[in-house]
């Protein structure tokens, strides 16, 4: 394999601690990037993507930001999608009926309402810190400036989850992409991007999928993994995933990336 694309998601696939890459990977990384290009494919917010980016050194590279919602290569802003305040406000109002808290995410700025073990997590494992205010008042502060989310996150309890995720579906899901990705977390992207998408978008005037391996873990790697040339899956991802990739490696905390690009990959 001599692929002139790479695309990995980060966490649970190229991160082999929470917030980390390793030695290792840096070291592959390295190795195939004068003949490769790295594209980080994320769910992540721009900052919690660009120090990953500086270990690898591969800082020129253009990156893929909340799950292709924002596009960027250096400081030039390729694609931006936006959930508008309409539904966002309509959104909020369900949410907080059944006590589930947001975050909420434009470009490099990230809203809480308070601190909890979930938002310390997301501090410890992406390196950025947010700004604490009352959700209503983002929203109010957001109308003004005409702007709206390029994520959401739903954060509540099994229970607060599930009650409200029939009415996501019914209600919301025709203008959001709605991703459970644990059982008390739910994001939520324009519905009109993928990060198959953005990375449609950025090799559209050079290369073709057909040109590009693909490293991810999760539901929202699915299609990325399944339409590029080559889709790899971790050993931790989930049974769907592994089912549609072409092959599947170690799992991230095995540096699953590393091993199949030493295997594999040659240049």
């Not at 947001?102 to 809480?112: H, M, N, Q, R, S």
């Not at 008390?184 to 990375?199: D, G, H, N, Q, R």
């Amino acid at each position: 394999m001599n692929h002139k694309i790479l695309c990995s998601d980060l966490d649970g696939t190229l991160l082999s601690t929470k917030s980390d890459v390793s030695d290792f990977t840096i070291s592959e990384i390295k190795r195939i990037k004068p003949t490769t290009k790295i594209i980080l494919v994320s769910a992540r917010m721009p900052k919690s993507m660009r120090y990953i980016q500086k270990d690898l050194g591969i800082e020129h590279e253009p990156i893929i930001c909340y799950n292709g919602a924002l596009v960027l290569d250096g400081q030039e802003e390729i694609h931006s999608s936006i959930i508008d305040i309409e539904p966002l406000e309509s959104l909020y109002e369900l949410c907080n009926g059944h006590d589930i808290k947001l975050g909420l995410y434009f470009k490099d700025e990230w809203y809480v309402e308070e601190n909890s073990e979930r938002v310390t997590k997301e501090i410890n494992n992406t390196k950025t810190v947010p700004i604490y205010q009352k959700n209503s008042e983002t929203l109010k502060a957001w109308k003004k400036r005409k702007i709206g989310a390029h994520k959401i996150m739903l954060m509540g309890t099994f229970e607060t989850i599930e009650r409200i995720a029939p009415t996501l579906k019914a209600d919301y899901s025709h203008i959001m992409n709605i991703y459970r990705s644990n059982d008390t977390l739910i994001e939520v992207s324009p519905k009109t991007v993928s990060k198959l998408s953005a990375i449609a978008l950025l090799i559209k005037n050079s290369h073709t999928l057909k040109d590009i391996i693909a490293f991810g873990d999760n539901y929202n790697d699915a299609e990325m993994l399944e339409l590029v040339d080559c889709g790899v899956a971790m050993g931790n991802a989930r049974k769907e995933v592994k089912t549609i990739a072409d092959h599947t490696t170690l799992t991230n905390t095995q540096n699953g990336v590393a091993h199949f690009l030493n295997q594999n990959f040659k240049i």
